[in-house]
């Protein structure tokens, strides 16, 4: 199966930044796009930012100009650098692969998630 592994989550301060990993192990033939979610205590998931494998970026309104995703095809990696982060942006952040074809078919997947807070 593959497998999505995140990391670079943990506490930081309000205004502090954080670098967030998503890996990816099996064998993978191709996918269409990359992205993070976000969810808080008691809300919904929600989308963060999306990349496809040409480049092409999205960001939610609410971290647009502080968050920055990119990713690393060979790697079968994506990253989101967090800056200027703020108590609300405090959730459980998750990775998502749309489209992975691999030895199992296609479909999608997602990491277990990692914890980000933003806290005085």
């Known amino acids: 199966q593959v497998q999505l592994v995140e990391s670079g989550g943990g506490l930081v301060q309000p205004g502090g930044s954080l670098r967030l990993s998503c890996v990816a192990s099996?064998?993978?033939?191709?996918?269409?796009?990359m992205g993070w979610y976000r969810q808080a205590p008691g809300k919904e998931r929600e989308l963060v930012a999306i990349?496809?494998?040409?480049?092409?970026?999205h960001y939610a309104d609410s971290v647009k100009g502080r968050f920055t995703i990119s990713s690393d095809n060979a790697k079968n990696t994506v990253y989101l650098q967090m800056n200027s982060l703020k108590p609300e942006d405090t959730a459980a952040y998750y990775c998502?692969?749309?489209?992975?074809?691999?030895?199992?078919?296609?479909?999608?997947?997602w990491g277990q998630g990692i914890q980000v807070t933003v806290s005085s």
């Open positions: 998502k692969y749309d489209n992975v074809r691999s030895q199992f078919g296609m479909k999608d997947y």
């Open positions: 099996g064998t993978i033939f191709s996918i269409t796009a």
């Open positions: 990349i496809t494998r040409s480049g092409s970026t």
